[in-house]
């Protein structure tokens, strides 16, 4: 029999000896926590939950959390080859070119690789919180341009992602993919690059106003040295670069290396509070409550920051089930594509196709628009992404192929800049056709995808003549703006479901 961890112990023991035990989840509760914590939960999933503690139902997501994907990656993925990139006067356009395009390619893979882990993981907890990370130590493709490089932070992230958060900032900052990111590598003695202390102090640990510009001149200081080999893409420390001189930080004096400084802001209470504040607005509302922060904050950080007493203490809380944090989180848009296959049980061939839905409405996965990620919530719903997302949702659930396509409803949404740039044949012209181009590639790859709706309704654990109702239940957080006639067509009854507002909130 496999040993339990000590942290797993504490759990175990909480759930059986509740100071006060809870009231049974019902129905509702039950889709709210799977759909909160995973992506698009089943009905069949939900009524498994259904009668639970919350003690009971959160360990359940807890104990089956993973470190590794259960997807098999990329070939390329395991190339021991050297990873330098062509660069310098030795290198010429056809090569620099050729590496561009196999970049793309590359990443294009990669982001189809983990849409299908999201889709196939027995613990979507596991990728929720992977895909979290990856949005708090931000990295992109476009600045790394090694999607190995990517990758492997990718598998970093899903190793640490419910371990505790100390282990997980020690790892991120020695990762090369965040070395090239975040200029490590020109950090050294003399000349020092205070990108990484910056963005480790405002976004991955303290927050802003919880230091001084002099605590990151010093702290870059103490990460001179950090760097990477760039042909095996492996983290390196060059000692000959590196500060050795006493530097102070956040009032503590002495001849700090980058592990001193993590370990520096590990111990301030505001760092156990920013990463609670930001897990509260993952999971439970967009306004955090300070006094509810504070309480979990403590033990999180009692507990050498592990993640699942964070986590166990916000899906346990009376905020997390209360009626007014329900359905109000906007949906990314990998929650409304993940989430659609997983719900209607659609099984896609390709996965790629629906890695660039998503990147039409917003996210791109590997590319987070700037080193403070996707700002989420309401931000996700614009003129423009409102159109792709209806769009997507269109054509997985169109009877035939009338209508506008999902290439046609980018066209529309595109700036009236470009439309002029491309009609008066300027610049942007063949940028727009690849644009195109690659949305009608994808178009095919979302055609490829049948959805039986009269199979899917005939899942649900009800009577026929409810099955409107119960489908509607399982769809929306809230109810729809108007009720789904159950005397229409099963597709037609589908569609009136997930094209209303509420279908976009979680």
């Known amino acids: 029999m496999k040993s339990l961890s000590i942290s797993a112990l504490i759990y175990a023991a909480f759930i059986a000896f509740p100071a006060v035990a809870s009231a049974p989840l019902d129905y509702d509760d039950a889709r709210h926590l799977l759909n909160r914590t995973g992506f698009g939960a089943s ?8 009668g639970m503690t919350r003690e009971e139902a959160a360990w359940s997501l807890l104990a089956g959390t993973r470190a590794t994907a259960v997807t098999t990656p990329p ?16 290198a010429s356009d056809m090569e620099r070119k050729q590496f561009q395009q196999e970049q793309i390619r590359d990443g294009l893979e990669l982001r189809g690789w983990w849409l299908e882990e999201m889709l196939a993981t027995p613990s979507p907890l596991t990728e929720r919180m992977t895909l979290f990370w990856h949005n708090h130590f931000v990295s992109s493709q476009q600045k790394v341009k090694l999607a190995q490089l990517m990758y492997r932070q990718n598998v970093t992230l899903r190793a640490h992602a419910l371990g505790h958060f100390g282990d997980l900032l020690h790892a991120i900052a020695r990762d090369p993919a965040m070395v090239i990111y975040l200029d490590s590598a020109q950090n050294r003695k003399g000349a020092p690059n205070e990108n990484f202390a910056r963005e480790l102090m405002e976004l991955f640990t303290l927050g802003e106003g919880n230091y001084g510009e ?21 983290f390196v420390f060059r000692r000959f670069v590196h500060d050795y001189g006493s530097k102070t930080v956040l009032g503590r004096s002495g001849y700090f290396d980058g592990d001193g400084v993590l370990d520096i802001l590990l111990a301030k209470v505001e760092t156990a509070e920013f990463i609670t504040r930001k897990l509260w607005r993952e999971f439970v ?78 996210q791109n996965l590997f590319s987070p628009p700037n080193v403070k990620g996707w700002p989420g919530g309401k931000a996700w719903i614009n003129t423009s992404t409102l159109l792709a997302r209806k769009a997507f949702l269109d054509r ?15 066209t529309r949404a595109m700036t009236p800049a470009p439309k002029q740039a491309l009609a008066a044949g300027g610049v942007q012209e063949s940028e727009i056709a690849r644009r195109i181009r690659f949305l009608r590639a994808m178009e095919r790859g979302l055609k490829s995808v049948q959805f039986d709706s009269d199979a899917w309704l005939a899942e649900l654990d009800t009577i026929e003549h409810a099955r409107a109702e119960a489908a509607t239940r399982l769809l929306l957080a809230y109810a729809p703006q108007a009720a789904a006639d159950p005397a229409s067509a099963p597709l037609a009854m589908v569609r ?9 909130l979680k």
């Open 43 to 50: 009905d069949a999933e939900i009524r498994r939950m259904v």
């Open 75 to 90: 070939a390329w993925t395991n190339d021991a080859g050297p990873l330098r990139y062509p660069r310098g006067e030795n």
């Open 214 to 234: 002099q605590d990151i001149k010093d702290a870059a200081r103490a990460f001179t040295g950090w760097s990477l080999d760039r042909d095996s893409g492996r």
């Open 285 to 362: 509302s967009a306004d955090p409550d300070e006094a509810e922060v504070k309480k979990i904050a403590s033990p999180f950080r009692d507990s050498r920051y592990d993640i699942k007493v964070a986590l166990e203490a916000l899906l346990v809380s009376d905020a997390f089930y209360a009626k007014e944090n329900r359905g109000v989180l906007v949906k990314s848009p990998v929650d409304l594509v993940v989430g659609t296959l997983k719900q209607f049980d659609l099984k896609p061939g390709e996965p790629v196709p629906f890695a660039v839905a998503a990147a039409a409405m917003g």
């Open 396 to 410: 997985l659930f169109r009877a035939d192929d009338a209508g506008a396509s999902m290439a046609d409803a980018s």
């Open 496 to 504: 009136q479901i997930v094209l209303d507002a509420a279908y976009q």
